[in-house]
């Protein structure tokens, strides 16, 4: 009885030691490190340019040629009787800057022709340009010499619209200044009746009817000038030294690689009355 007690009490010793052990050897055993956690990365892409390319180039240089027009009939409409109007050239350079998405300020520089439309007679001398006020009468008509230009400083305000990877159509506008070139001569003539009538009809077979004042006639005043008065009653006219410069522009630009693209414009404003143009930029 006694043994088989001993047995018992020797079988749970075992038991507990057994028992103990190995939960020390499972405390001793260090706990598997977790992966390291990955940052989530946020799924932002960078904004494309109205090329539909991630690519970005900000800065732009290019040239700018074209015609522009002050009507005749404008010029009848509003002021005179008689005139002239002026079609003529011009051209200007161009840094562009571009800002987050589709909208960019062109800083442009360049020269603008105002002389009025030209033609010549039977001889190859120049037409006179005849201009007469409304509300004046025959007798009042003016030879005007008109050798003006101007150097124009402006910056534009443009924001495309595209629509095609290699089409965007885009409106905007412009101000500037513009430092006068040239002058504008004045001279009276004397009416000359019937043949005035067939010079208007047919200029180049008829002769000039406008001949300048003689000394002594009596010189037109109805413009102001700078008085500067020669005996042939021949004139300066009195012309601003700086022009405000006005646009309204709208146009296509065609993107041929993102580093170039070719532009057609047009639009209204002053001192060009209408106008359109011809553009090439480079960016980098």
Same mark, same amino acid.
């Given at each position: 009885? %006694? %043994?088989?007690?001993? =047995?018992?009490?020797?079988?749970?010793?075992?038991?507990?030691?057994?028992?103990?052990?190995?939960?020390?050897?499972?405390?001793?055993?260090?706990?598997?490190?977790?992966?390291?956690?990955?940052?989530?990365?946020?799924?932002?892409?960078?904004?494309?340019?109205? /090329?539909?390319?991630?690519?970005?180039?900000?800065?732009?240089?290019?040239? %700018?040629?074209?015609? =522009?027009?002050?009507?005749?009939?404008?010029?009848?409409?509003?002021?005179?009787?008689?005139?002239?109007?002026?079609? $003529?050239?011009?051209?200007?350079?161009?840094?562009?800057? #571009?800002?987050?998405?589709?909208?960019?300020?062109?800083?442009?520089?360049?020269?603008?022709?105002?002389?009025?439309?030209?033609?010549?007679?039977?001889?190859?001398?120049?037409?006179?340009?005849?201009? /007469?006020?409304?509300?004046?009468?025959?007798?009042?008509?003016?030879?005007?010499?008109?050798?003006?230009?101007?150097?124009?400083?402006?910056?534009?305000?443009?924001?495309?619209?595209?629509?095609? #990877?290699?089409?965007?159509?885009?409106?905007?506008?412009?101000?500037? !200044?513009?430092?006068? !070139?040239?002058?504008?001569?004045?001279?009276?003539?004397?009416?000359?009746?019937?043949?005035?009538?067939?010079?208007?009809?047919?200029?180049? $077979?008829?002769?000039?009817?406008?001949?300048?004042?003689?000394?002594?006639?009596?010189?037109?005043?109805?413009?102001?000038?700078?008085?500067?008065?020669?005996?042939?009653? #021949?004139?300066?006219?009195?012309?601003?030294?700086?022009?405000?410069? /006005?646009?309204?522009?709208?146009?296509?630009?065609?993107?041929?690689?993102?580093?170039?693209?070719? %532009?057609?414009?047009?639009?209204?404003?002053?001192?060009?009355?209408?106008?359109?143009?011809?553009?090439?930029?480079?960016?980098?």
């Amino acid at each position: 009885m %006694r %043994r088989t007690f001993l =047995l018992f009490l020797l079988a749970i010793s075992l038991t507990f030691s057994l028992s103990t052990a190995h939960a020390r050897s499972l405390d001793a055993v260090p706990a598997p490190t977790p992966p390291p956690s990955t940052p989530i990365k946020a799924n932002v892409t960078p904004k494309a340019n109205f /090329l539909g390319s991630i690519d970005y180039f900000k800065y732009g240089i290019g040239i %700018r040629g074209g015609m =522009l027009f002050v009507p005749e009939f404008f010029l009848n409409g509003l002021f005179f009787s008689e005139s002239s109007g002026v079609v $003529n050239g011009g051209f200007q350079v161009e840094f562009i800057l #571009r800002s987050a998405g589709d909208f960019e300020y062109a800083f442009g520089a360049g020269w603008h022709n105002l002389t009025f439309a030209n033609g010549t007679d039977s001889k190859g001398s120049p037409i006179p340009h005849i201009f /007469l006020n409304k509300g004046d009468s025959p007798s009042e008509r003016e030879i005007v010499e008109n050798s003006l230009s101007y150097i124009a400083l402006d910056v534009r305000f443009i924001k495309h619209f595209p629509f095609h #990877r290699h089409v965007s159509f885009f409106l905007g506008g412009g101000i500037g !200044l513009g430092i006068t !070139l040239g002058q504008i001569t004045r001279t009276d003539t004397l009416p000359t009746g019937a043949s005035y009538e067939n010079w208007k009809k047919d200029p180049v $077979n008829n002769p000039v009817p406008a001949i300048r004042c003689p000394a002594g006639c009596k010189l037109n005043t109805s413009m102001p000038d700078n008085k500067n008065i020669d005996d042939g009653g #021949r004139r300066e006219g009195r012309v601003p030294p700086v022009l405000p410069i /006005l646009d309204l522009v709208l146009g296509f630009s065609f993107p041929i690689h993102e580093r170039f693209d070719v %532009r057609v414009m047009g639009g209204v404003g002053a001192p060009k009355l209408f106008w359109w143009s011809l553009a090439m930029h480079v960016f980098f």
